[in-house]
């Protein structure tokens, strides 16, 4: 009896050890976050940074997503990307990852990496918005036109008075010569903004 009393007790101090140390951690880690979000807010990201380097542990997701984009915030893209990279191998799954990836990725000019991160988030979420309007628009940006049409297609059902989709979609099919189609979208994005000036010249020149 005495020998699982023992036991029992050993675990119970294992136990407390650990969630202390646990709550522990976590608190300091709060501290850290808070710290680095009240210098983001003065634009100290030197500081910023510094305040998750001091508990900073490689393995945490939250950790490498937060410096990822005070790195991006201080215009250091390489960095960033490197962060972006470690939370990305944490969570291979994250969409948020990779849509913040991207950023510091245009500033550097990696279109081609760019597009192969939006054309793997489209395997799990084929119709997101962002993904599929941004493709577009690299696509129609290198005058690949036929194929930035089909990412409008996909999402143009689900949002059909969005004024941004229209007017992409009037200049690709402008580019593509359907006409009729490009009048249909440029008019909806001057119903749903009628004070904008760029629909109306381009059907003006229609």
């Given at each position: 009896?005495?020998?699982?009393?023992?036991?029992?007790?050993?675990?119970?101090?294992?136990?407390?050890?650990?969630?202390?140390?646990?709550?522990?951690?976590?608190?300091?880690?709060?501290?850290?976050?808070?710290?680095?979000?009240?210098?983001?807010?003065t634009y100290d990201y030197d500081n910023a940074i510094l305040s998750l380097e001091k508990v900073y542990v490689e393995n945490s997701y939250e950790m490498n997503l937060r410096l990822g984009w005070l790195y991006y915030l201080k215009t250091d893209y390489t960095k960033s990307i490197?962060?972006?990279?470690?939370?990305?191998?944490?969570?291979?799954?994250?969409?948020?990852?990779?849509?913040?990836?991207?950023?510091?990725?245009s500033y550097?000019?990696?279109?081609?990496?760019?597009?192969?991160?939006?054309?793997?988030i489209l395997k799990s979420d084929d119709k997101n918005y962002t993904v599929n309007y941004r493709l577009a628009l690299i696509w129609y940006n290198r005058k690949k036109n036929s194929q930035a049409l089909t990412y409008i297609k996909k999402i143009q059902p689900?949002?059909?008075?969005?004024?941004?989709?229209?007017?992409?979609?009037?200049?690709?099919?402008?580019?593509?010569?359907?006409?009729?189609?490009?009048?249909?979208?440029?008019?909806?994005a001057i119903l749903y903004n009628p004070?904008?000036?760029?629909?109306?010249?381009?059907?003006k020149g229609l």
């Open positions: 009896m005495n020998v699982l009393i023992k036991s029992i007790l050993s675990i119970l101090f294992v136990v407390t050890v650990s969630s202390s140390f646990s709550q522990r951690t976590f608190n300091e880690k709060l501290t850290a976050f808070s710290s680095s979000y009240e210098k983001e807010y490197s962060f972006y990279k470690k939370a990305l191998a944490q969570n291979p799954n994250s969409i948020e990852i990779k849509l913040m990836i991207v950023n510091p990725l550097l000019g990696n279109w081609d990496d760019i597009v192969a991160i939006y054309e793997s689900l949002y059909p008075f969005d004024y941004e989709l229209n007017l992409l979609s009037g200049k690709i099919n402008i580019a593509l010569g359907n006409i009729t189609d490009a009048k249909i979208s440029l008019q909806q004070t904008a000036t760029e629909p109306v010249e381009l059907i």
